[in-house]
């Protein structure tokens, strides 16, 4: 973001000189409210995965990205390369300290692009390893905190309401006529109806998780939770909770999810595993928790594999009906390696992330 | 390549800018060179592959001397004195290195590439440490201690200088301790054994300092072949520069916290 400028943008030079810095300044506000007013989220998420994975062939970012990138900078500094070849840090570099802008805007939490866009962070990044390039690890870091704060905020925000105005309804003064007396009455019953319908919602999600963990059956499965494979428990924990929570969720019911996979468990289900190790025990019914079949998550699906890896494997296994070559594949488009080992409960948060991610974007 | 060209290069993709600093004839340029000729002659091998430069002609021209020297006792100057195009701002090298599984892992490093009169600009006065700012964006730092001088009558001259040269580092540029810190001891070739106490001193003051400072022997180009051949400590610089073990993030949320404590504070959120 803006404050932080100087230090993120260290990624691309030794020293930023105030002029750029100025340029970048100028730049910056400009783009984030293109992303924020843009018709679709197109390009608000190719900015994610631009600022999360850099621009490459890996990320298939929407046609329209660079070009607006490039031409926004360029308003300020004409002199800045259009070829990747030549600017792709840069760009990546832009996009970070936008997205960070966006997310500590006034209000973010109660506006769905930046909310969309923690989310997304938190998907692509949870489960990658901290990157090895030292100023790149502060750029992503900053993100990553500020994207977890704001999810937290905006869930909070969801669940906690106004005062139940019952007040507003005992002040309420004897009117000349109906018409009048109905202008007074009506919005006050409408507010308090409307703050016991979000009490509600917020008590039933409430009771709907504590059962679910009481429970301790995948309502997907039909089986309880612990006589589960590991790798089909790790993808029902993680999705039927996804969604079950209101969205976005709070940062504890993460930690319902560690709770789910963990329970009743023995030492030797809770090892390590990699998604070679987990992909045999996907049938059908664990592939649609994250490849539902809904259109506009499948086209975010496949247009960036990166933001939503696991959510990607399930749909391309789902429609090669786990052919060969996914292995490959799945590393050449996520950049996650097929073979890299992680527990079990990891997994499942993962798939928590990715499907609050996509419930978040269907909403 | 001046700093507008290495923008050029860190402009495109992620490069790891190593800084190496030391006084005149400390062994800075033979260091460079010395790595360059191991890279460009499979000398890194396994562990990295020579990926090319864009600047050869630069290292070219500090090896000439070196492609002059027909074999046998070292001669007394195998670099010419450094000197830059513009006073006022600092040089780089560029090596790109290949390693990992199929090599498939590229770094771009630029190497600062300083006449010793900066350093020692330095250590005189704390107010030339405005144009080291770029260190600060440093992915590593090469302090090269000259191993001749630390066995000599200069001994305490060539530790007490290093001393200041970290001080600056830390007081002055308030580098960021994290950031590796390798104090390169040049000319081992010549250092008796068991090394000189002076040695372990510097590095107990740099990890006073608040670094984790690593002690790497070098003979960028041995006169004693045999013992210690042409390049020795080279690579182990590079390594303990970019090889960082892979960490993983937390899978969760960035406060950190894990199990039943976060768990409970589900209704207490509320």
């Known amino acids: 973001m803006l404050r932080n400028l100087y230090e993120w943008y260290r990624i691309v030079t030794a020293k930023p000189d105030d002029e750029t810095i100025r340029h970048r300044q100028a730049s910056i506000p400009e783009l984030v409210d293109r992303l924020v007013c843009a018709e679709s989220f197109d390009l608000l998420v190719g900015c994610t995965a631009a600022a999360s994975n850099g621009l490459n062939d890996r990320n298939a970012q929407p046609a329209s990205l660079v070009p607006t990138l490039v031409e926004i900078i360029r308003k300020h500094q004409p002199a800045f390369p259009q070829d990747l070849s030549e600017n792709a840090l840069d760009l990546r570099a832009c996009c970070a300290v936008a997205l960070g802008e966006m997310l500590i805007r006034p209000d973010a939490e109660k506006k769905k692009e930046p909310v969309l866009v923690a989310s997304l962070l938190l998907s692509a990044n949870s489960l990658r390893p901290v990157p090895s390039e030292r100023y790149l690890k502060v750029v992503l870091d900053g993100l990553l905190t500020l994207a977890s704060e704001l999810l937290e905020r905006a869930a909070l925000l969801r669940r906690n309401g106004a005062t139940l105005p019952v007040d507003r309804l005992s002040k309420l003064e004897a009117a000349a006529d109906v018409a009048a007396f109905q202008q007074q009455v009506v919005p006050a019953i409408l507010d308090c109806f409307n703050e016991l319908q979000r009490r509600a919602i917020t008590d039933r999600e409430e009771r709907e998780l504590l059962w679910w963990l009481y429970a301790g059956s995948s309502s997907i499965i039909r089986k309880r939770v612990s006589v589960l494979k590991p790798a089909v428990a790790a993808v029902c924990c993680g999705g039927e909770l996804a969604n079950i929570a209101i969205q976005p969720p709070l940062a504890s019911i993460r930690h319902m999810v560690y709770r789910a996979v963990e329970e009743g468990r023995k030492a030797k289900d809770l090892a390590e595993r990699s998604v070679e190790d987990m992909v045999p025990d996907w049938d059908e019914n664990v592939l649609r928790v994250l490849a539902p079949g809904e259109s506009r998550i499948e086209s ?47 997994w499942a948060a993962q798939v928590f992330h990715e499907r609050s991610a996509q419930r978040l974007l269907a909403d | 390549m001046g700093n507008d060209d290495a923008a050029v290069v860190m402009r495109a993709r992620y490069t790891h800018l190593i800084t190496v600093l030391g006084c005149y004839n400390a062994g800075k340029t033979c260091f460079l060179n010395s790595l360059y000729l191991l890279a460009s002659s499979n000398g890194l091998l396994p562990d990295y592959r020579f990926a090319g430069s864009l600047t050869l002609p630069g290292f070219e021209n500090r090896a000439r001397l070196l492609r002059k020297w027909p074999d046998g006792p070292l001669p007394p100057s195998l670099a010419d004195h450094t000197a830059l195009s513009d006073p006022r701002s600092p040089a780089f090298l560029h090596l790109a290195l290949q390693s990992g599984p199929q090599y498939k892992r590229q770094f771009d490093l630029l190497f600062t590439d300083l006449p010793g009169e900066w350093t020692e600009a330095l250590i005189r006065r704390a107010s030339d440490a405005e144009r080291f700012r770029f260190v600060c964006r440093a992915d590593g730092i090469i302090v090269v201690i000259d191993g001749q001088a630390i066995i000599s009558e200069q001994r305490h001259a060539e530790a007490h200088r290093t001393r200041l040269l970290l001080d600056r580092l830390a007081g002055n540029l308030e580098v960021d301790r994290d950031i590796p810190l390798v104090l390169l001891i040049s000319k081992s070739d010549l250092l008796p054994d068991p090394r000189p106490d002076e040695l372990s001193a510097l590095r107990d003051y740099a990890s006073g300092l608040g670094f984790s400072p690593e002690l790497v022997f070098c003979a960028a180009f041995s006169s004693r072949y045999a013992e210690m051949p042409h390049g020795t400590g080279v690579k182990e610089v590079i390594g303990k520069v970019l090889l960082r073990p892979a960490q993983r993030r937390p899978v969760g949320d960035h406060f950190g916290s894990r199990g039943a404590s976060r768990f409970h504070q589900f209704r207490w959120q509320l």
């Open chain 1, 300 to 346: 975010l699906i496949s247009a960036h594999p990166s933001l939503l890896p696991l959510s990607w494997l399930c749909k391309r296994l789902s429609d090669s009906q786990v052919g060969s070559g996914w292995k490959e594949e799945f590393e050449l488009k996520t950049g996650f390696s097929p073979t890299e080992k992680r527990p079990t409960a990891d």
